[in-house]
């Protein structure tokens, strides 16, 4: 089994609907992040969290807000759908290991589109 | 902006080593070089990462200049699986963001 899935792998939505992909991992890591990919460009950060109580915006957070329901569960929610939120969302986890090494991995990805 | 910079494409035979450089000329004493790939548009997969010596793992090398400043990912005998997106990213240690870039598409030729 994969050890960061994502939920739903694919969504088509409309304008002005709430979508919420969610993001479940086994890895046991207390670091998780949201991001999203448009096409040719590289990852840009939403949303990142380094445990349960502690959230974080990143680059990019407006229209997105996100939940950590868990160590292991990290949601990230479109209030108000609108098309240029297409892209590809991608969800990371990663530890803090002495030294400062943070290597994170990443969930097969979502492709939302939004009509 | 990015803090690095690499080619926008490049081929390799298959079975050659392909080489992929990265500049990180404003890089700092403790930020990191990772590397990470892309295949199709699937999730980014971890590579490896260094501070300044050279490492290697069982999927590739990292080579990195004594100033820092530029790194060289070599995979050492390429195949067509490795087709794919490269990043090479510094790690901003101060809030543990990783900036990417565009990334190197490396194309493996039969």
């Known amino acids: 089994d994969a050890d960061v899935t994502q939920t739903p792998r694919n969504r088509i939505t409309k304008t002005g609907k709430r979508i919420m992909l969610e993001c479940s991992q086994t890895?046991?890591?207390?670091?998780m992040y949201w991001y999203r990919q448009d096409p040719g460009l590289g990852l840009r950060l939403i949303y990142y969290s380094f445990d349960v109580k502690d959230i974080n915006k990143g680059e990019i957070s407006d229209g997105y807000s996100v939940s950590r329901q868990a160590q292991a569960k990290f949601s990230l929610s479109l209030e108000s759908a609108i098309p240029n939120q297409t892209a590809l969302y991608f969800c990371?986890?990663?530890?803090?290991?002495?030294?400062?090494?943070?290597?994170?991995?990443f969930g097969p990805g979502t492709r939302l589109t939004v009509l | 902006d990015a803090k690095t910079t690499q080619p926008t494409s490049m081929d390799c035979a298959e079975g050659r080593a392909a080489n992929l450089p990265c500049n990180h000329s404003?890089?700092?004493?403790?930020?990191?070089v990772y590397w990470y790939r892309q295949i199709h548009s699937q999730g980014p997969q971890y590579i490896i990462h260094?501070?300044?010596?050279?490492e290697t793992n069982e999927m590739a090398s990292l080579i990195i200049t004594e100033d820092r400043k530029s790194s060289t990912l070599i995979l050492p005998h390429a195949t067509l699986r490795d087709t794919a997106v490269y990043y090479c990213i510094v790690r901003v240690v101060s809030n543990y963001q990783l900036i990417w870039g565009a990334g190197t598409k490396l194309i493996i030729k039969p």
């Open positions: 890895k046991g890591h207390d670091r």
């Open positions: 260094g501070l300044k010596n050279n």
């Open positions: 990371a986890t990663s530890d803090l290991v002495f030294g400062g090494e943070d290597t994170q991995y």
């Open positions: 404003t890089i700092s004493g403790n930020e990191y």
